[in-house]
């Protein structure tokens, strides 16, 4: 009878247990869903195994991370702590887009930037190329860095846009904050935990906390790296190249016109004459020399005739 009854009595403490675990797991979940439900997301786990609710953690977290939301939220924000995004354009005419993106390199990097993205394009028969740039300066700098850059040619246009996401980097700061004591304290009840079934409640329920956790993190990073770098896109052009219309508009724009045309002309053929006139000559000594072998030629022709005429008669009148 007695092992009967010490049989139901740990049956239902595994019970209450199992149903202890299932609350706080719910309550955990809850907590990533809300600010206000991360006060009462963990438990504690004594020597019998019970678990009992304990949210000091969590809100001692939201104390840290509190004080600059509520300061925001009441319009007290000093200007200093505010985080601001800036991003930009500038659009130069520069001598040589290739040389002066180069020297926008090095300002961006001297003061402690750095270039995102860097593209060009050759010259061409209408303009001297092009460079585009993504610059990332430091905000506190972004005004000393863009009058250097201006100091490179001409600024056809500069504009700027600013974007407060000082709300949105505390929630992220508090969630951090909440979302890591949240973590540190399931931790912390699965080295107390003995029973296997609550090791793997508290195991899926660790692993999906900082799965968020470095999600959050992540965002926090990006967002400080946009607030502490400007973005600012930088076209580097040259003057294009204009075709002017220069056909004659009057009888005497006309005949300047053709008197222009006519001189040109004569100049060209003067030249061609030149060039042509090395090569006439050589042709004329060429050719004399060929008429003086023809001549000579036609010379010796008669002379031979006759000597082969005489010849056969020479022969006839030695014979007897």
Excluded at 156 to 180: G, H, K, P
Aim: net charge negative; charged share 25%.
């Amino acid at each position: 009878m007695s092992i009967m009854r010490t049989r139901a009595e740990a049956g239902k403490r595994r019970l209450i247990a199992g149903i202890a675990v299932a609350a706080a797991v719910w309550l955990l979940a809850g907590c990533s869903s809300s600010d206000s439900g991360l006060s009462g997301a963990d438990a504690s786990y004594d020597t019998g195994g019970e678990y009992a609710e304990s949210d000091a953690m969590a809100e001692e977290a939201m104390a840290e991370g509190g004080d600059g939301a509520e300061a925001y939220n009441a319009g007290e924000t000093p200007d200093d702590n505010r985080a601001v995004i800036v991003t930009g354009s500038m659009y130069m005419t520069v001598d040589d887009p290739r040389a002066a993106a180069n020297e926008a390199a090095s300002v961006v990097r001297h003061a402690g930037g750095r270039v995102d993205a860097r593209s060009e394009t050759a010259p061409s028969e209408y303009d001297g190329g092009q460079a585009w740039l993504t610059l990332r300066i430091p905000s506190d700098d972004l005004e000393a860095v863009v009058d250097d850059l201006r100091d490179l040619g001409t600024v056809d246009e500069f504009s700027t846009q600013s974007s407060d996401v000082t709300r949105a980097v505390t929630d992220l700061e508090a969630q951090i904050s909440t979302l890591e004591a949240s973590t540190a304290r399931i931790q912390a009840l699965l080295l107390e935990a003995g029973d296997i079934e609550d090791i793997i409640v508290l195991e899926n329920e660790l692993d999906n906390r900082q799965a968020e956790l470095e999600s959050l993190q992540a965002r926090e990073r990006g967002l400080s790296d946009q607030v502490a770098l400007s973005t600012i896109e930088l076209s580097l052009t040259t003057e294009p190249v204009v075709d002017v219309d220069d056909s004659p508009a009057s009888f005497w724009d006309g005949l300047v016109s053709g008197w222009e045309a006519l001189l040109g002309f004569l100049s060209g053929l003067l030249v061609i004459t030149g060039v042509l006139l090395p090569w006439a000559a050589l042709a004329g000594v060429v050719g004399i020399l060929a008429w003086l072998i023809v001549l000579a030629v036609r010379r010796r022709r008669p002379r031979r005739e006759a000597a082969d005429a005489a010849e056969p008669t020479a022969a006839s009148a030695e014979q007897p």
